[in-house]
Every structure is written in structure tokens, then in C-alpha cells.
């Protein structure tokens, strides 16, 4: 069997701090999801040496063929034109992960590596992309359980241009996966690196996507959504984006991705959701063009700046309160078991059943702290003109947070019409058509005002990016086969 490399990348959702997360003073709460894009290296006796082939079978016409000339500092990566279809994103990736590699393992130990051609394949979980047309066309209603009746890796019957994403960080979970994966193939990081939580070489790997993200995207993110793909849920604080901006023109790249680099001084908090809690994830009609979105917010924040940052530190008190809440209540949980699921039970229920006063009060907490949330995100959308808790989403999240077991929810990230997300309670035992996921989801399988699918994924129990093997992800191995 040839040499073969896979890693995968969780995506994201941004449930505090939308906005916020731009600026260093404050902090973001990012929940990674079990849905993960997929890259499979595997070395091609057929390809050309130093040649590098990348197939999206989601994809019409998404092939691209690569040529890498490699120098004793650097490499220059240049498509073979297959065809007209480009793809950004990949190349940045691919250019810039084995100029890395060749800076850290000289130009012989890559030129070596890449005798053979590699062949690459990069597939995304379903839920990074609309399920509502396919559910249709199977004739199934927008439930969670209908999602599992799709075959994992579904083609998309689509360019890539024309898919309907969901919001869920695609493009940060592909470059993540796709450098870290070229970075252990060529060896210029152990594989080791993905089985820790925190080292120097996943560290490295994250430096290596944001800067390739960065320069994809032409402008310096707040970077939450990579450093999601690579590390998992936590409590975000952004790197200084000086530390990007003043390198998009180096040649030489260690020096500054390297770790060892102080001017990478983003900040991991530990964070995971409660126990016997999860994320409802919801595909809602049309997506929102989240840049101009953002570059509302931050020109009224420039001309606003008073009322702004009093409304931003209000907010970031809310954030930090939230984010230190679900952590207590994971810690409670530990403490006293029984007295914490009793309450999961009696909020799930509304049943009367003897709990812990003090649990009970710390979930009622947590529902008027997203619920205040939810009021100066939309107020903040009021002042500058932004969309970004519009009346179609407050009408549908208002109803599904009066449901008995829901904690909360609102439009993750920059806000807008595409998506929506909820916290519920997740009991041990509920009597099904009781249990508050059952409940949401007749509440959008009813939905007239709005069309609303369900994505199928839950908090990602894995710390972000991690090697994987073919034989553990389903449907993976058929689409490896797909030409």
C-alpha cells in the first residue's frame, strides 16, 4: 500500500462573541463540530515526481493538477491547466505548506518525498453543505434522522462555485486539514503532533493555516475558525494581525510561523459544553454575505466609538459570564452526578422531580444570560445597521427557546439569515416525544415562515485536527475510488 497521510479538521460555530472576536481586548467561545473535512495523501507511482494531483469528488469538475518547483529555500507551486476550474484556496495551501516543509527539511528530503507525485483527495462531512434539495429529492422530512439516510460524501452535483454552504468554517477546516496533512506527509511534523492537545507541531500547523487562510482571503481574519479546525472547542482570544500582515510578502516562511514566534500570542481557554447538554445546528433558506456584514459593524463602531464600546464591554461581560457557567456546571457535574442529571431531567420536563436548588439555578442562569445575549446582539445589529438577528430569525429562535429543555440559542457568528443554533438539554432518560430534541425538531419540521434543516452535528468530543485511518470514517474509502 502506498504511503498514505490522512488528517481531519472539525468545523465551527461561534456561539459568544460574534464581532467581538475581531479585537484582542475580547474573547470568543467556539464549539468545534463533529462534522470534519477529510484530506487522503497517498503517494502516485503514476503522477510525474514533484507533481501534485487534487480531486473534491463532491464536485463537478474538481480536479486540479499541480507542478512544484523546488528551490533550496522555497518552492514555487504552479497549476497544470486540466481544465479552467482554479481553486484558490488548494493551491495557497499547497504553495505555501511544501515551501514550509522544504525550509525545515532542506530541498533533498522533499524532493525525495515527492518522487512520486502525490494524489490528493479533499472531502467534507455532509452538513458543510445544504441538505434541504437532497431531502427533497429523497422524498424525507428535514429531520436529524433523515440526514443519516444520505450517503456520507454525497456529491453536491454542483461546482464548487454554485454549493450552498452552511456556515460551519469549510474553507478553514479544508486548509487546515490539507497543510497539516502535507506537513506530516513530508515529514516537516511528526504525526504525533495529533495526538496531543497542544504541542509545538500542532501549534506549527496552526500558525501554517492561518496564514494561508489569511492570504486566501486577502484580509486578516480573527482567525477563530481555524484555530477551531486545529485545537477544538475553546475560549478564543486573535493572534495580532501584524504578525500576518508584515509576512504576506516574505520569502521565508519559519521564521515567522514558527512557534517560537511571540508575535503568535492568540490565547487557547479551555472550554467544552455541560454534560447531558448539546448543539442544535439548523440550515435556515439563504445565506448572508458575512464581509459586508462585518465591515458595517466595525465602520459604526469607528464612528460610534463611545456607544460601541460600551455596548461591546457589556457584551463581553455577558460572553465571559456564559463561558465560565457551562464550565461550572461541567465541574458540578463531576461533584454531585445524580443531583445534575435530576436537574437536566426536571428543565428537560418541566416535571416536578426533587433537584439540586443550586443546579437548577445555575441553568436558570444560563438561559437569562443567552437570552440578554441575544438582546444586545440584535441591538448592536440596530446600531449599525446590520442585519444580524433580522425579525425572520427572532420569530423562529423565540419559538424554539419556548420550548421546555431549551437553554438557548441565537444566529452564531456574524449573524444573518443562514443559520441558526440552539443549547439543549440532553437527559439520560425522556420519554421521546418529551425530550427537547424531539421537540425542536417538530418545531422546524413545522416551520411555515422559514425553511428549516437540521444539521446532524454535535459538539466534537476530539481536540480539534487529528490523524485518522481510512477503515474508521464510513464512505470515506468509496470516494478515494471515485475518478
Known amino acids: 500500500m502506498p504511503h498514505t497521510t490522512i488528517i481531519s479538521a472539525p468545523g465551527k460555530v461561534l456561539v459568544a462573541g460574534g464581532y467581538l472576536v475581531l479585537d484582542p481586548v475580547y474573547s470568543g467561545v467556539v464549539v468545534s463540530t463533529s462534522s470534519r473535512f477529510y484530506t487522503v495523501i497517498r503517494d502516485e507511482p503514476n503522477l510525474k515526481p514533484a507533481t501534485v494531483r487534487v480531486r473534491s469528488p463532491q464536485f463537478l469538475d474538481a480536479t486540479w493538477l499541480y507542478s512544484a518547483n523546488l528551490k533550496p529555500a522555497s518552492a514555487v507551486i504552479e497549476q497544470v491547466q486540466e481544465n479552467e476550474s482554479k481553486n484558490k484556496f488548494v493551491h495557497l495551501a499547497i504553495q505555501h505548506a511544501i515551501a514550509l516543509a522544504v525550509e525545515i527539511k532542506g530541498l533533498a528530503a522533499v524532493q525525495k518525498s515527492l518522487a512520486h507525485g502525490l494524489d490528493v483527495t479533499i472531502a467534507g462531512d455532509n452538513d458543510f453543505y445544504s441538505q434541504r434539495a437532497k431531502l427533497e429529492s429523497m422524498g424525507l422530512a428535514r429531520t436529524i434522522s433523515s440526514l443519516s439516510h444520505i450517503p456520507p460524501f454525497c456529491p453536491t452535483e454542483v461546482h464548487l462555485a454554485d454549493v450552498h454552504k452552511t456556515g460551519l468554517g469549510s474553507s478553514a477546516a479544508l486548509i487546515t486539514s490539507l497543510t497539516s496533512a502535507l506537513l506530516v506527509h513530508l515529514a516537516a511534523i511528526p504525526e504525533a503532533s495529533f495526538s496531543e492537545d497542544d504541542n509545538e507541531g500542532r501549534r506549527l500547523a496552526h500558525n501554517l493555516a492561518q496564514y494561508v487562510h489569511c492570504v486566501a482571503q486577502g484580509k486578516v481574519g480573527s482567525g477563530f475558525d481555524v484555530s477551531a479546525a486545529v485545537f477544538g472547542s475553546h475560549i478564543y482570544t ?46 435556515v433558506d439563504a445565506g448572508s454575505d458575512t464581509p459586508s456584514l462585518v465591515g458595517k459593524v466595525l465602520k459604526w463602531r469607528k464612528e460610534k466609538n463611545v456607544e460601541a464600546n460600551a455596548l461591546w464591554t457589556h457584551l463581553n461581560q455577558l460572553n465571559q459570564s456564559l463561558a465560565q457557567t457551562l464550565l461550572h456546571l461541567s465541574t458540578l457535574y463531576e461533584q454531585d452526578e445524580p443531583n445534575y442529571k435530576s436537574a437536566v431531567k426536571y428543565i428537560s420536563s418541566l416535571q416536578p422531580v426533587q433537584v439540586s436548588f443550586y443546579i437548577h439555578m445555575l441553568f436558570l442562569w444560563l438561559i437569562n444570560v443567552l437570552s440578554e445575549i441575544r ?109
Open 375 to 483: 438582546v444586545k446582539m440584535k441591538e448592536m445589529g440596530d446600531l449599525s445597521g446590520v442585519p444580524i438577528e433580522p425579525e425572520e430569525q427572532t420569530k423562529l429562535l423565540d419559538t424554539c427557546v419556548s420550548q421546555a429543555g431549551v437553554i438557548g440559542g441565537g444566529v452564531p457568528g456574524a449573524g444573518g439569515y443562514d443559520a441558526i443554533w440552539l443549547l439543549v438539554c440532553d437527559p439520560v432518560s425522556c420519554e421521546p416525544e418529551r425530550s427537547p430534541l424531539e421537540r425542536i425538531e417538530h418545531v422546524w419540521s413545522n416551520y411555515k415562515e422559514l425553511k428549516v434543516t437540521p444539521l446532524s452535528s454535535q459538539e466534537s468530543m476530539a481536540k480539534g485536527a487529528r490523524l485518522e485511518s481510512i477503515s474508521d470514517i464510513k464512505g470515506l474509502q468509496s470516494i478515494l475510488s471515485v475518478s
Open 238 to 283: 486573535r493572534f495580532d494581525p501584524a504578525v500576518i500582515q508584515d509576512s504576506m510578502n516574505d520569502n521565508s516562511l519559519l521564521p515567522v510561523l514558527s512557534p517560537s514566534n511571540t508575535a503568535w500570542n492568540y490565547v487557547i481557554g479551555s472550554f467544552k459544553l455541560p454534560p447531558h447538554t448539546r448543539i442544535m445546528l439548523a440550515d
